[in-house]
């Protein structure tokens, strides 16, 4: 069946660096999805790309969606202690949406 | 405002004792869906429903049984809770196309 494969696991960084993320999937996907889970929280989305080659900005993040709508990728610029959390992307099958496994964000001040 | 709502929040319970946690939404979504969220494994998907007495499998349904009635209602049933079925559980709701809304999560220990 569908899989949807992220990495790392975990990433630890001090205050400032540059984090990311990639996801892919074993299939086509027509759209994917980004959310953020705070710590004792529930997930949040933050963002859909449905287009091939699709790069979206929300301030100091960049999302990108692969040529081949296989593989995306979530990028933080200058990390600050509020991005701490776990993002997961979520690849869309037609009906159903399977998430990765998501990469824990820690930063350190 | 946009609400997803579960309960209970949290629940412990012994295992073969029949619970269920309910979830309600008010945004007139069709589709709903329950997660399981376990260390390492991310959000699994349990049952999903795409109408009223619409409902699916998703990729980890044994054990487990949904129902839905009305489209604001998707409750989670476990007839014969097991150890295994320690976690912490999500609805969601959304309609085509568009983003899920997730509820505040249910934890559940099962001794």
């Known amino acids: 069946g569908q899989q949807v494969m992220q990495i790392p696991q975990y990433q630890h960084v001090q205050e400032g660096e540059d984090f990311t993320t990639y996801c892919n999937s074993s299939?086509?996907?027509?759209?994917i999805q980004w959310y953020k889970q705070r710590p004792g929280g529930h997930p949040v989305f933050l963002i859909q790309?449905?287009?091939?080659?699709e790069v979206k900005k929300q301030k100091r993040l960049t999302f990108q969606f692969g040529e081949a709508k296989k593989n995306s990728s979530l990028h933080i610029t200058a990390t600050q202690t509020t991005d701490v959390g776990t993002y997961f992307c979520?690849?869309?099958?037609?009906?159903?949406?399977?998430f990765g496994t998501g990469t824990r964000l820690q930063v350190f001040p | 405002e946009a609400q997803v709502t579960q309960n209970p929040r949290y629940l412990i319970t012994v295992t073969g004792k029949k619970l269920t946690v309910t979830c309600s939404q008010n945004?007139?979504?069709?589709?709903m869906s329950w997660y399981r969220q376990d260390p390492g494994l991310g959000l699994r998907q349990i049952y999903y429903?795409?109408?009223?007495?619409?409902?699916d499998k998703g990729d980890v349904p044994e054990g487990y049984k949904v129902s839905r009635k009305e489209k604001r209602n998707f409750p989670l049933i476990l007839e014969s809770p097991s150890p295994n079925q320690t976690s912490l559980y999500f609805c969601?709701?959304?309609?085509?196309?568009?983003?899920?809304?997730f509820g505040p999560g249910t934890r559940l220990l099962v001794l």
């Open positions: 979520a690849g869309q099958d037609t009906d159903k949406l399977i």
């Open positions: 299939t086509t996907l027509s759209n």
């Open positions: 790309l449905v287009k091939s080659g």
């Open positions: 945004m007139n979504h069709e589709y």
């Open positions: 429903s795409m109408n009223v007495e619409v409902t």
């Open positions: 969601a709701t959304w309609t085509a196309q568009e983003t899920q809304y």
